[in-house]
């Protein structure tokens, strides 16, 4: 089930980190969002896409792996490898490692027949699934490039390059893999590319690591993993992380021990009253939020970052309209953090 929008008071939002991180990502060259699968992850890239290019932000939103969720909520299509223009100010693309491998040694063999003997053979498409590390150095690769993209007045191409990273497992081995390659070659020009690379993904002040989540047992302790993984094995702090498909507080203290003070009697006492569907109802709410609320207060106080709720939609497809609306509360969250 997906996250989604809900009409709630200030105290509903999990906005307690006093750097105000949800203002401060907006400002970022490249996001990359992370998550379980199934947590909600490509929806919460694609709120953040929205909203960026609603505050005025050309974005490029880059899909890695093998979903393809972005390019159907978009334009109902796959995306290409090559960004396109799939809102007023948004771009999509589709990372292929196989095609990145095949542009670099083309880019460093100087016979074109040589280079096409080699990209069509069955080694190459063997080489391509099976070495180790190497998709994943393609992918960063192609990444890197798209932040040093230029348009013709030789401005970034992009304000914001928003990455829907893979699973969190592989998440961490895509973003550990320049330093095992820094370790591992030492010296030549593959390894001055990497370093570049990687002073990009570990400077904060361009690149984030943000994190969805569901308060639910096994994605919290997934999410809480990661984040002590970046810290130890990357040494890139989480900055952000978005609790989704979260049932909002409808109810006070008082006013839920009130609901099942009503529930019990009506039970009891007059089990064919009008009401009681509208306690039972009430009462499930409350019962749903208060199991997600121990993961909530986990998540909130185990990371160390900025974290917002994300309210619970009641489909599993949202619409690129309900997408809108998490931007908008995402935008709404951004503007007062500022003030």
């Known amino acids: 089930m997906s996250g989604g929008t809900a009409e709630t008071n200030h105290q509903d939002r999990l906005s307690s980190n006093p750097e105000n991180r949800l203002a401060e990502l907006f400002e970022r060259r490249l996001v990359f969002v992370m998550g379980k699968g199934g947590v909600g992850k490509t929806t919460i890239s694609a709120a953040l896409a929205i909203a960026a290019e609603r505050m005025g932000k050309r974005v490029l939103l880059a899909e890695i792996g093998d979903s393809d969720a972005i390019g159907q909520i978009f334009i109902s299509d796959t995306l290409p490898e090559e960004p396109v223009k799939i809102a007023e100010t948004i771009w999509g693309a589709r990372v292929n490692p196989k095609s990145e491998l095949a542009a670099y040694v083309k880019d460093h063999i100087n016979s074109t027949f040589f280079a096409n003997r080699i990209t069509r053979s069955r080694f190459f498409d063997y080489l391509a699934a099976a070495a180790p590390g190497l998709k994943e150095i393609m992918s960063l690769g192609r990444i890197w490039r798209w932040v040093l993209e230029k348009d013709a007045d030789g401005q970034a191409a992009y304000d914001l390059i928003i990455v829907d990273a893979p699973a969190t497992g592989h998440a961490l081995s895509l973003l550990s893999l320049p330093r095992v390659l820094i370790e591992m070659i030492r010296f030549g020009p593959i390894v001055r590319e990497v370093r570049h690379l990687e002073a990009l993904i570990k400077d904060p002040d361009k690149t984030w690591l943000t994190l969805v989540a569901l308060a639910e047992e096994l994605p919290a302790n997934e999410a809480l993993q990661f984040?002590?993984?970046?810290?130890?094995?990357?040494?890139?702090?989480?900055?952000?992380?978005?609790?989704?498909?979260?049932?909002?507080?409808?109810?006070?203290?008082?006013?839920?021990?009130?609901?099942?003070?009503?529930?019990?009697?009506?039970?009891?006492?007059?089990?064919?009253?009008?009401?009681?569907?509208?306690?039972?109802?009430?009462?499930?709410?409350?019962?749903?939020?208060?199991?997600?609320?121990?993961?909530?207060?986990?998540?909130?106080?185990?990371?160390?970052?900025?974290?917002?709720?994300?309210?619970?939609?009641?489909?599993?497809?949202?619409?690129?309209?309900?997408?809108?609306?998490?931007?908008?509360?995402?935008?709404?969250?951004?503007?007062?953090?500022?003030?």
């Not at 009253?273 to 109802?281: D, I, P, R, S, T």
Request: hydrophobic content about 35%; aromatic content about 8%; charged content about 20%.
């Open 227 to 339: 984040y002590q993984g970046a810290q130890k094995k990357l040494g890139m702090p989480l900055k952000m992380v978005f609790i989704n498909a979260v049932y909002p507080r409808l109810f006070s203290p008082d006013e839920s021990a009130q609901v099942g003070d009503l529930l019990s009697y009506c039970r009891q006492n007059a089990p064919a009253a009008q009401g009681l569907k509208f306690l039972e109802a009430a009462g499930q709410w409350i019962s749903r939020r208060s199991r997600q609320q121990p993961y909530i207060d986990q998540l909130a106080q185990e990371i160390d970052s900025g974290h917002m709720e994300i309210p619970i939609y009641f489909t599993n497809h949202l619409s690129i309209s309900d997408i809108g609306d998490i931007a908008n509360r995402l935008i709404t969250e951004s503007t007062e953090a500022r003030r």
